[in-house]
């Protein structure tokens, strides 16, 4: 059974940090890209960060710098560390992983249930 499954969200204050972690399952995790992803209340989920399967890293421009993607294959898990939290930055945070072919089309997509990730003072 394939499944993504996030842990690590909570309540954090301004400029506190936070560290993400999304376990796989069910498929060879070392060959899939991933990703992390957010949705606030009333707002279009967008991209965070996403990590190849060669360990090439891209971040939204308004998250580089405080935010870092990781990945551990052999616990088939990918990380994502939340640094200097902004109440901005409250949403739920989704892991997303994607095997696509040698031309780059998408042949398998998964998503986790999400972590909810609140900054409040």
């Known amino acids: 059974q394939v499944q993504l499954v996030e842990s690590g969200g909570g309540l954090v204050q301004p400029g506190g940090s936070l560290r993400l972690s999304c376990a796989a399952s069910g498929f060879d995790f070392s060959r899939y890209d991933a990703s992390w992803y957010r949705q606030a209340p009333e707002k279009e989920r967008e991209l965070v960060a996403g990590i190849t399967n060669t360990d090439d890293t891209t971040y939204a421009d308004s998250m580089e710098g405080r935010f870092t993607i990781s990945r551990d294959n052999a616990k088939n898990t990918v990380y994502l560390q939340l640094n200097s939290l902004k109440p901005e930055d409250t949403a739920v945070y989704y892991c997303?992983?994607?095997?696509?072919?040698?031309?780059?089309?998408?042949?398998?997509?998964?998503w986790g249930q999400g972590t909810q990730v609140t900054v409040s003072s």
């Open positions: 997303n992983a994607v095997l696509r072919s040698w031309v780059g089309v998408k042949l398998y997509d998964y």
